[in-house]
């Protein structure tokens, strides 16, 4: 365990910061508060007008944190200069590894498109062997895939890169057979197989990209700052092409930057960890971040979803230091391309960090992570908050627009009581929400046109500020919709429904009409409904409140339009949404487009006509052995085991490939015996027509 007791200069530092936060976020919170008590028809005298400032409160604070991280960020990019930025640690002319120093890349996939994720590793694979260093790093894809046909596919892949690279020795491939914990339970499977053999392992997903010259200066970095545990990289978002990927690798290219240097700035040594394009010092991961299985049953209880904030928050418990390399470039991931993607994901992270705040509580952490985790739980709960406070606001006003107003109340006074209404007081409250909301985004825009002069590289000045002006329309727009899903999420799941974990959705496919009335039907009619009573009751509270419920109605085309990749071709065309990356566009990822479009380009039939990677692994004798090799040794299995995967093998030989199940190919393809087996009895068959099942033309 690190020493916990020599504070560092840094957390001094970071104590101003955060106190200096805290005091400016409350201030303007009660300010906020006290104004929306002073605009409500009865100055927040009755119970539900006091729920309603308590929740506008709530909401203003959490919104307030982003801001005032935001201005720290852009005064930080503004001088160019942080006396505790990490990357400054190494000399960028400096590409030399010491030798006995060993670092593993972890490429955790499940389920995914073999083609993009060894692709990718390709890419990373060549970029970092032009540095010279590839002798310093090994490579392991570590596939918790359930279903048969890309299982065997991910072998098939390995094989022909391993081949192509000469790299048998330098990328590994491993497949699990029950995926315990998931992707940490995955990451932890590695570290007590092989991660005593490591100093470092580099995390990546399925999408990562990172070039040669960044995991290089990562090693080097964890080399010159003994004390680091965790060094998170802030990774960029390309290579989609639907419209509302667009709009997000462009919110992230602009805004994404300030606001990591905000987080910087109050954070520095108790920071995040986002689970991937980060790299971790084994020894005392393996030591100190094993996650505790919290009491009672999903969703709740359990196994911890969202592990990475965990893993964060246990470094820094044994003293070890958990930074955000904000500053260093080269680190690149792929977001979801379509609305639905976007909210399937996050109703799995709504989740993980909900049990977030089971943790807050937990003896020896930093008060710095006590406040990521009720931060994250905030990052959806903020919604539901959001919904109460429309919905009781709502309620208030078609409560004062049917009730009859008392103007001579109980009691002996000398004047009637009117109604006071102060508009500007409203307004200057609508006007602090905008700023709040809106300066951040704006100061984001000048550090890029003014201080770091990059506007050519969004299209240009004028296509740069009307992608700003567009991406502010999208983003109110989705904001509703995203609302209302998030709120559904936090309340199934302190009602205890359990979240499904299936593989996130990678290519540019769209959304189709029937699948987004089966999503979006219910909002629909809820902004509907809402819009319908306002319009009846109280007029002008209808027209304040149309940004919200419009969008509502109109997520179906919303949802459909936007996940379009034509549309968003469209608007790339028009120099909008554009990013860096794509005006100049660095080696790795041009290589990476090259790859994919050659596989694209020449893809033929697979061996023997058939596409299903099952049907490859029986009928193929090269797939055959390869799969057999990469399995454990044959055991001896029970008696009843064995018997009824002998009445699989008959099945699938007297019946084809199309009358097993994916359970029953997953067991018979665990069975090296048996596939041996199949493999032999499948080309004797004399029946012609069931040898064409098998893909067997004669």
């Keep these: ?127 970092l062997q032009a540095t010279g260093n590839l002798q310093a790093f090994d490579f392991f894809v570590l596939s918790d895939t359930g279903n048969p046909d890309l299982w065997v596919a991910e072998e098939i892949a390995w ?93 992230n290219h602009v805004y994404g930057q300030m606001f990591v240097a905000g987080l910087h700035y109050t954070q520095l040594g108790d920071s995040h960890f986002w689970g991937h394009n980060a790299i971790i010092r084994v020894a005392p991961f393996i030591e100190h971040c094993g996650l505790p299985q919290l009491p009672g049953k999903p969703p709740l209880g359990g196994e911890i979803l969202s592990h990475d904030f965990v893993e964060a928050a246990l470094m820094r418990k044994a003293g070890w230091e958990v930074w955000l390399a904000y500053g260093l470039g080269g680190s690149y991931e792929e977001i979801p391309p379509t609305l639905l993607e976007e909210l399937t994901r996050d109703r799995r992270w709504c989740q993980g960090n909900l049990q977030h705040l089971r943790l807050l509580f937990t003896k020896g952490l930093f008060p710095a992570h006590r406040a990521l985790f009720l931060h994250g739980a905030m990052a959806y709960g903020s919604a539901l908050f959001w919904f109460l406070f429309l919905a009781f606001s709502t309620s208030e006003a078609i409560y004062e627009a049917v009730r009859e107003p008392v103007y001579f109340p109980q009691g002996r006074t000398l004047f009637p009581d009117w109604p006071v209404w102060h508009p500007q007081w409203a307004l200057t409250l609508l006007a602090t929400t905008a700023v709040i909301l809106f300066l951040p985004k704006l100061l984001s825009v000048l550090v890029i046109i003014i201080k770091q002069r990059r506007a050519r590289l969004f299209g240009g000045p004028v296509r740069f500020f009307l992608s700003v002006m567009a991406e502010v329309l999208f983003s109110s727009m989705f904001a509703p919709v995203r609302m209302l899903f998030h709120s559904k999420f936090v309340f199934v799941t302190l009602l205890g429904r359990q979240v499904g974990w299936g593989s996130p959705q990678r290519s540019d496919r769209g959304t189709g009409w029937l699948e987004a009335l089966r999503f979006h039907g219910t909002g629909m009619v809820i902004g509907l409904l809402w819009a319908a009573a306002l319009f009846v009751y109280n007029r002008s509270f209808f027209w304040w409140n149309t940004p919200i419920f419009i969008p509502l109605i109109l997520s179906i085309p919303l949802s459909v339009w936007s996940s379009r990749a034509s549309i968003g071709r469209v608007f790339r065309k028009l120099g909008l949404f554009v990013i860096p990356e794509e005006i100049d566009q660095p080696p790795e990822l041009q290589q990476l487009n090259d790859i994919l479009q050659q596989k694209k380009a020449s893809r033929s039939p697979l061996p023997l006509g058939s596409r299903e990677g099952f049907m490859q692994a029986v009928v193929d004798p090269q797939v055959n052995v390869l799969h057999r090799s990469l399995l454990r040794s044959e055991r001896t299995v029970a008696a009843s085991i064995a018997r009824r995967r002998q009445e699989l093998q008959e099945k699938a030989i007297m019946k084809g490939p199309g009358s097993l199940s994916i359970k029953e190919k997953k067991e018979l393809l665990s069975d090296p015996q048996c596939m041996n087996e199949l493999h032999q009895r499948v080309w004797e068959l004399p029946d012609r027509k069931l040898a064409e099942q098998w893909g067997i033309v004669t």
């Excluded at 020493?3 to 919170?29: C, D, H, M, Y």
């Excluded at 399925?206 to 060094?231: C, F, H, K, W, Y």
Aim: contains cysteine; hydrophobic residues 45%; aromatic residues 10%.
């Design 1 to 127: 365990m690190m020493n916990k007791v020599l504070r560092q200069p840094w957390e001094k530092a970071a104590r101003r910061r955060r106190i200096t936060l805290l005091f400016l976020i409350i201030g303007s919170t009660v300010l906020a508060s006290s104004y929306m008590a002073d605009v409500l028809p009865q100055k927040g005298t009755l119970p539900l007008e006091r729920v309603i400032v308590l929740i506008f409160g709530a909401l203003f604070a959490w919104i307030s944190i982003g801001f005032w991280e935001a201005v720290a960020g852009f005064f930080t990019l503004l001088r160019r200069y942080d006396q505790f930025i990490i990357t400054r640690s190494v000399d960028e002319q400096d590409t030399s590894i010491p030798s006995d120093v060993r670092t593993a890349i972890l490429i955790p996939i499940c389920n995914e498109d073999a083609d993009r994720v060894f692709a990718g590793l390709q890419v990373t694979y060549q970029s």
């Design 159 to 251: 094989a022909t890169l391993c081949k192509t690279l000469g790299a048998f020795n330098r990328i590994f491939y491993r497949h699990r057979r029950i995926n315990v914990k998931r992707k940490s339970g995955n990451i932890a499977d590695f570290c007590r197989r092989w991660g005593r053999n490591y100093r470092y392992m580099i995390v990546f997903d399925a999408d990562s990209i990172m070039s040669g010259t960044t995991l290089v200066r990562m090693v080097q970095m964890m080399e010159r700052n003994p004390r680091v545990g965790i060094l998170q990289t802030a990774p960029m978002a390309v290579n989609r092409e639907s419209l509302i990927a667009r709009v997000q690798q462009f919110s």
